[in-house]
């Protein structure tokens, strides 16, 4: 896990974790305990069949709450990358009813997540 985190505020990144990835807004960036405030924006779920033609699942998590986690876990979006995702979804405003579904669907990959990297002794995140 070598990666130098030198993210800016405003910069998309993402946290992946198997087929799925939740891309990201920076907020702001806390250099001195190696975290990183982010907005999250879309959970986008692939299927797990790799010759498969379905598109992947986005989830727009925009009034999803922020997320305070270890900085070297994200990885910078590239524009090419990102922007499919992110046009039809900031094209509306997000839906009210479906609100709870995306919240739930962000706690289960928050918690896969900490699951996948909890077995790292904390050493390794701040050594980065």
Do not use: K
């Not at 985190?5 to 250099?31: G, H, K, S």
């Not at 046009?87 to 900490?114: D, I, Y």
């Amino acid at each position: 896990m070598d990666f130098n985190c030198d993210f800016q505020p405003r910069q998309i990144v993402y946290l992946e974790n198997d087929n799925q990835r939740l891309y990201a807004e920076v907020i702001q960036v806390v250099e001195s305990r190696r975290m990183c405030w982010v907005r999250p924006l879309v959970l986008v779920t692939h299927s797990g069949d790799v010759i498969s033609e379905q598109p992947p699942v986005v989830t727009d998590l925009r009034s999803a709450a922020d997320l305070f986690w270890h900085s070297i876990l994200f990885r910078p979006a590239l524009d090419t990358e990102v922007i499919p995702f992110l046009v039809e979804p900031l094209a509306t405003e997000p839906a009210a009813e479906t609100h709870s579904a995306s919240v739930a669907q962000l706690n289960q990959f928050v918690r896969r997540v900490w699951q996948t990297y909890q077995a790292h002794p904390r050493t390794e995140l701040d050594n980065g």
